[in-house]
Structure formats: C-alpha cells, structure tokens
C-alpha cells in the first residue's frame, strides 16, 4: 500500500504543472521495455533510474533516461523551426537538442518542485537557438534590424492597405532614408537559398524545377536566342538591300567601316547634312521593313 501511494504521489509531482516562467510543453510517455507496460509501473521505473543515475552515476540508467526523454526533443525543435527557414534542416535541430536534452539529465536535481519536462524544454531550446546562433554568419545586430523592418512594413501595410514607401518606413523607424537603404545593404545578406531547392513544392511534385535549374548559364549558347539573332540579322540583310544604291553605301559605311558622316560626305561628294538627311531616311525605311516582317 505504502509502495502504491509513493508512486501515485510521484506521479502527481511529474504531472504537475509547471511554474511561471517556465516554458510549457506536452507531456511525452514511451514505454522503456514493453509497449503496454502500465502507466504506474512505467512512473515507478523512470523514478527508479532517476534514482540510481543520481546516486550511483551508472551511465546505463542515463542512456535510459535520455532515450525516454528523445521524443521530447523532438517536439521542442518542431516547435522552433516553425518560425526558420525552410533551409534548416530539422534533423540538425534535434541533434542539437539532444545535447541540450542531456545536460538537462545530468543537472536536473530530482527534489525540486519543478516537473522535469518544463526544465528540459528551456535547456532544450536553449541549446537549439545556440547553436543556430554560433553557425549563423549573420551578425545579431543585423537580425534585429531585419526584424525591425519587418515590423514596421506590416504594421504600415495594415494601416495604409498598401505597400509603404522607403520615406515612410523610416519615418517610423525614426531614421533617414539614406540610414534605411544601409540597413537594406546589411539585409541582402541574411536571406538564402539552396540552389537544390525545388521552387514551389515538395519533392513529389511532378514537373517541378530546381532554383539552381532556373540560372542562367552565360557560357551556353542560348539557342531561342540564337536563333532569333540569326533571323534578325537576314531581315536586316535582305531590308539593306532594298534601300537605295547611295543610302546602302551610307549604312555600310556609317555601320560596317565605322566612318563619319562627314567623311562619307567627302566620299560621295555631297554635304555632311545630306548625308545626315539620308541616314535618316534609311532609318525609317530599314524600320519600317523590320516591322513589316515581325507581322508576317
């Protein structure tokens, strides 16, 4: 009877609700031996290896412990990477958090008030955001403007139904404009991508195209391109030689020999405004055939 009441009074201090200013999390139960071991044997054995880890130090009971504590990580680094970018993983997440789970087990002090999941939680997520924060190139102060900014364009947005000018953004933000396109300078570098991520869906999703496949190549030859250029330069071909014989002389000259319209004139005899007035007038003509044939 004494046995029984120990453990329901054991169960009730793990079941506890956490204090204020603890972060609240879910409770997490994983059978340690058998899947329907019963709830009041399953409370009896976690006490028993907190018992045993704390005073002998036995590193088996420890390895226990943390693969009964696992899915609580789990859930942790869930909870966080859904404010990250899809571009952290959520398996880095967990295994940070599995060191954070464990320095939980080893200074967690089973007399206190406080249920052990709440006190993980914060050890947890505190290791996850640490290591986020020693990988990150991007120093802090960059993220607190970027999100500075982000605050100020959704609020603006909310009370002006539209998209908010740079004058008004940093009107709100207290500062210049000039101070704001800095900030704007500083932010280019806090957004990434990976060139292996499919753009607008999952991995399932049929036709869908990489970010690295949408790049240009400029060593490539772009064949649409390519062949445009080669249909544009026969247009152009077959218009010159439908001008006149001395406006076809201008345009090689002026375009192919790279001569003046004053030494063109001196060529052919005439004034440098002549030779202007029949530039212009193979202009229009050359114009005028090109547009006549994108139609066809």
């Known amino acids: ?6 453990v329901l009074e ?44 704390k005073s002998q130090g036995c590193a088996l009971s420890r390895e226990r412990l943390i693969l009964h504590y696992a899915p609580l990580v789990s859930a942790v680094a869930g909870r966080v990477g859904m404010r990250l970018p899809n571009t952290v993983e959520q398996a880095d997440l967990v295994s940070y958090g599995m060191f954070g789970l464990i320095d939980a087990i080893e200074k967690y002090e089973t007399d206190r008030a406080v249920k052990f999941e ?10 996850i955001i640490d290591e986020l924060r020693s990988i990150d190139w991007v120093p802090r102060s960059v993220r607190t403007k970027a999100r500075a900014v982000d605050r100020a364009y959704a609020e603006l947005e909310g009370e002006l139904h539209r998209v908010p000018s740079e004058r008004e953004v940093a009107d709100r933000l207290e ?39 949408t790049l240009s190549d400029d060593r490539v030859v772009d064949p649409a391109g390519s062949l445009e250029a080669q249909e544009t330069k026969y247009l152009l071909a077959r218009a010159i030689e439908q001008l006149g014989e001395r406006e076809r002389i201008v345009v090689v000259l002026y375009y192919y020999e790279g001569m003046t319209l004053a030494e063109i004139g001196r060529v052919l005899g005439v004034t440098e405004s002549r030779i202007s007035q029949m530039h212009t007038a193979a202009m229009a ?11 066809v």
Do not use: C, K
């Open 175 to 213: 500062m210049g404009v000039e101070d704001l396109r800095a900030i704007f300078t500083q932010l280019s570098t806090v957004n990434v991508a990976a060139l292996d991520e499919l753009l607008g869906g999952g991995d399932d999703r049929p036709g869908a195209v990489s970010l690295g496949e």
């Open 285 to 295: 003509r050359l114009r005028a055939r090109l547009l006549e044939a994108e139609r």
């Open 118 to 127: 709440s006190y993980a939680s914060s050890r947890i997520r505190g290791a």
């Open 1 to 6: 009877m004494t046995e029984h009441t120990d």
């Open 10 to 53: 054991a169960r009730a201090r793990l079941a506890g609700s956490a204090p204020d200013g603890v972060i609240p999390s879910q409770r997490v139960v994983v059978p340690l031996d058998h899947a329907e071991v019963a709830q009041d044997e399953l409370v009896a054995e976690v006490i028993r290896l907190w018992s045993v880890f």
